[in-house]
């Protein structure tokens, strides 16, 4: 009996010990997902009064909990009774992460500064108009805002599921509902944050008094303020090289030849003298990244030129 019991422990032990070690090595290959959905979601919140930021972020945030009960499930199934199509849903989330990664820098190329400060004065604009239904535009900006999460919530899922497709069931309900519930409360607790992060500034700044503590606070407040938005853009331009990282790595890792091409780049770079260490690290990153760009020019043509051919398009 007491011999079952210790060999019983002893199993939940490694399969513990199996579930934390997975869902680090996820988190790692899923983090490239995480920038930028962080800085899309905090975007969706845009123009919504300031009194409705934190319900529509919360509205948000249950729509993604949704979409991962059914998409936890859905992975479960296929790794159950469809093992085979884990790789090409890697391959295809890899190619839809490259993709919007360069469509990303596409619009910021052929789109010139004054151009896009007009489309945003636009959008301002619109929203001042006392004719528009907020109620209406607020639900609408909610909607959008799930339908994008399902779709890099399923990226995720996939990613997670390559990551534990070989370990036993109960590793995989237990990896993947984990990494559901920590990521989807992370991403929406930080962009409550962030959305909030102008009013607390805003807050400190305005605080009364000329004592040392309130000048602290003041300038704190004053700093907050300045460097809200360019923690957005950080967000930004960090989510989209991540999706060319983590992209173009899941499409390095689906085709042997560039697998194969990567290692011996990776050796070579380790046998250079002196910097091969820093090198051999910095290789592998290079080329994922290469190839995620290369992908992504390839995608968006195909994706184009498809639209240009659909009847109507012109």
């Not at 079952?4 to 199993?11: H, R």
């Not at 490239?32 to 123009?47: E, F, K, P, R, T």
């Not at 339908?147 to 534990?164: C, Q, Y």
């Not at 559901?180 to 944050?193: D, F, K, L, N």
Request: net charge neutral; with cysteine.
């Amino acid at each position: 009996m007491a011999t079952s019991l210790l060999a019983l422990i002893d199993d939940i032990a490694s399969v513990l010990d199996d579930v934390a070690l997975l869902s680090k090595v996820a988190a790692k290959k899923t983090a490239g997902v995480l920038g930028d959905d962080l800085a899309l979601n905090a975007q969706q919140v845009a123009g919504v009064k300031a009194e409705r930021e934190l319900p529509v972020v919360w509205a948000v945030a249950k729509g993604s909990f949704i979409n991962k009960a059914i998409l936890v499930p859905a992975a479960l199934a296929i790794s159950a009774f469809a093992p085979w199509l884990v790789t090409p849903l890697l391959m295809v989330g890899g190619a839809f992460l490259c993709y919007e990664g360069f469509e990303k820098l596409a619009h910021k190329f052929m789109h010139s500064a004054d151009e896009q400060a007009a489309e945003h004065e636009k959008r301002v604009s619109a929203l001042a108009d006392p004719a528009v239904d907020l109620r209406q535009v607020e639900k609408d900006k909610i909607k959008g805002a799930i339908r994008t999460d399902f779709i890099l919530s399923a990226e995720i899922i996939a990613i997670t599921l390559g990551t534990v497709q070989d370990s036993p069931f109960t590793t995989q309900l237990v990896v993947l509902s984990g990494i559901a519930v920590v990521m989807t409360a992370g991403v929406y607790g930080v962009v409550a944050g962030i959305v909030k992060l102008d009013d607390g500034g805003l807050y400190l700044s305005q605080q009364p008094g000329s004592g040392a503590w309130t000048r602290f606070q003041q300038g704190l407040g004053h700093a907050i303020l300045f460097s809200a938005p360019w923690l957005m853009k950080f967000l930004s331009i960090a989510g989209t090289a991540a999706m060319f990282l983590v992209g173009g790595g899941i499409l390095s890792h689906g085709f042997p030849f560039l697998h194969h091409a990567v290692d011996v780049a990776t050796q070579w770079a380790i046998d250079v003298n002196g910097i091969g260490a820093v090198l051999g690290a910095l290789a592998p990153l290079a080329i994922n990244a290469l190839v995620g760009i290369v992908a992504g020019a390839l995608v968006l043509l195909a994706v184009t030129a498809f639209k240009r051919m659909k009847p109507g398009s012109h």
